[in-house]
């Protein structure tokens, strides 16, 4: 069976590079999945959860937005930052998600609501790739 | 002339001081090691970035993106990346005096551009100045992570798009080698001069379409050239501060063998004078 090069780069360097059978990635118009030999696409992510499929197995990658560009054997995904489950920092993460919260419920209007939002969602999608409730 | 206890000491301080420079210039060589790496794990982001909005910028004609477009400059933003600490030889001074000239040469109020600065030397230089400092980054760790200046880069972008100023500049130094550093200057915004040279013009689809990618990618993508910029700024302050540390060694030891030799020539008068002295009492005695 055909597989597909898939790599997931950061600024801070590379965080994925394999070769699996099938993604499925949330994009701004909505879930698509990806398989050898798809047409050249590019399209913008949200914050979600990456899944790649391989040899029956699927793997979770955390991704904060960014974008994805598909080529018919090779797949990148482009995020200003991105984890794979075994290295997200659990505890920081919940840390995160109780700081949001508690600025999304103090309710003053000093507070950035769009960006208190949006570091609660990627906390949420830390704590479900690790695990693993998608 | 200085007294044979004066040069002792003079000599001590000097070793002292050369053990710092010389513990310092190690410490900056491993960092510029370490430095030159997260440079490098950052290429394929940026070769990649490039790459696809070159090819998106390309396949569509439509240039209607505010990023893309220049305006008429009422207001300029300038960007300057210093190192926090000093000892870095003319590291700091190379930027901003280069900044200082560009601003005199082009406004002349100060109403008519704005500063961001990332590195504690810069943001104090212009606070002094009484320069419109927007914001200001300081204490990055040697290996910063794109995280550290996410929000920053987030702002100067940001303040770009809603109009607050109509040109976004980027001053910081290049690292060409370990002994070359060189003062550069680049427009972040707008962004006109995306590489076209691109031969792979593969033509993408679009989803939802090339505008909304746009939408995402182009603060993306000037977000990341800050960072870049950052990166090699840090592996530029890390070289420039090996060398500065290896010629203040080097001086240092210069200044040693000088002293030694004094050192010893006023000993060898003090007992040349004492043999003199004992000699010539001997000889009254007679």
New interface residues.
């Given amino acids: 069976m055909k597989t597909l090069t898939v790599n997931i780069v950061t600024p801070d360097g590379p965080v994925y590079d394999s070769e699996v059978d099938m993604i499925i990635a949330k994009t701004a118009s909505g879930e698509i999945g990806i398989l050898p030999g798809h047409i050249p696409m590019v399209a913008p992510l949200v914050i979600g959860a990456v899944k790649l499929k391989k040899d029956g197995k699927t793997e979770y990658v955390a991704v904060n937005g960014g974008f994805v560009e598909v080529r018919p054997e090779k797949v990148t995904i482009l995020a200003q930052s991105s984890e794979v489950a075994s290295s997200i920092d659990l505890a920081r993460a919940k840390e995160a998600m109780k700081r949001a919260e508690e600025r999304l419920q103090g309710k003053q209007d000093t507070t950035d609501f769009s960006r208190a939002e949006l570091s609660l969602k990627r906390a949420m999608n830390r704590i479900n790739v690790y695990e693993g409730n998608i | 002339m200085a007294s044979l206890r004066d040069i002792k000491s003079r000599i001590t301080s000097t070793k002292k001081t050369s053990q710092i420079t010389k513990a310092m210039q190690m410490v900056s060589a491993s960092k510029l090691n370490r430095a030159e790496e ?1 440079a490098k ?2 290429v ?3 070769g ?2 490039q790459e ?1 909005v070159a ?2 910028a390309t396949g569509t004609n439509d240039s209607g993106h505010p990023m893309l477009t220049s305006r008429p400059v009422k207001k300029t933003a300038y960007l300057v990346i210093t190192s926090d600490r000093g000892l870095a030889g003319a590291y700091n001074s190379n930027v901003l005096r280069a900044v200082t000239n560009a601003i005199n040469e082009r406004h002349t109020s100060s109403d008519d551009y704005v500063i961001f600065a990332i590195g504690r030397m810069g943001r104090d230089f212009f606070v002094k100045r009484g320069s419109n400092v927007i914001e200001s980054v300081v204490a990055l760790p040697d290996q910063p ?3 550290d200046i ?1 929000e920053i880069a987030r702002k100067a972008v940001g303040m770009f798009t809603d109009g607050t100023y109509d040109e976004l500049y980027m001053y910081y130094n290049h690292f060409v080698s370990a002994i070359s550093q060189e003062v550069t200057e680049k427009k972040v915004l707008p962004l006109t001069d995306i590489a076209v040279e691109m031969g792979t013009t ?7 379409s090339a505008e ?2 746009l ?3 182009l603060p ?1 993508y000037a ?2 050239l800050i ?2 910029a950052l990166l090699d700024g840090k592996a530029s302050e890390h070289a420039a501060r090996m060398s500065a540390m290896k010629s203040a060694t080097d001086n240092a030891s210069e200044l040693i063998s000088n002293l030694t030799l004094v050192y010893n020539r006023a000993r060898q008068a003090a007992i040349t004078q004492e043999i003199t002295e004992i000699v010539g009492g001997a000889a009254a005695l007679e």
Avoid: D, T
């Avoid at chain 2, 593969?202 to 939802?208: C, D, M, V």
């Fill in positions: 997260n794990a950052y394929p982001y940026m990649k970035i696809v090819a998106i992570s794109f995280a996410k593969a033509s993408y689809e679009f989803e939802p909304a990618i939408e995402v990618l993306q977000e990341s960072f870049g």
